[in-house]
């Protein structure tokens, strides 16, 4: 899970990704008729959604939520509101790194 907060990154609709993308679960809005169900599901803010595939006339969509494939409507992914990979590729790579591995401690 990605440490998100409502003021971070710029979020858009999951509806709006394209397949193989991977994006991070910012928002579900409140009047969303699914809201409750989808949290159950998983949908919580920072959750890893993989777009994976849609049906040749463009809906339902696959969506690969931690272990777990699921199929919406896209007008359903409409109030779910995601970060797309790119941007977090960008913050970590920002974050420096150890310049050699760890190793492990000898008993």
Known sequence: MVN???ASLPSRPLGSLS???VAYV????QGHPLRRRLLELGFIRGARVVWVRQAP???PVQLRLGRTDL????A???G???RPEEQDQHQLASV????????KARL
């Open 57 to 59: 006339l463009g809906d």
């Open 76 to 78: 359903d992914l409409q």
């Open 26 to 29: 910012v928002n579900i809005d």
């Open 96 to 103: 420096p790194q150890p310049e050699q591995p760890i190793q």
């Open 71 to 74: 199929a919406l409507r896209r």
């Open 19 to 21: 397949p193989g993308q």
């Open 80 to 82: 779910i509101w995601v």
């Open 4 to 6: 998100l907060t409502a």
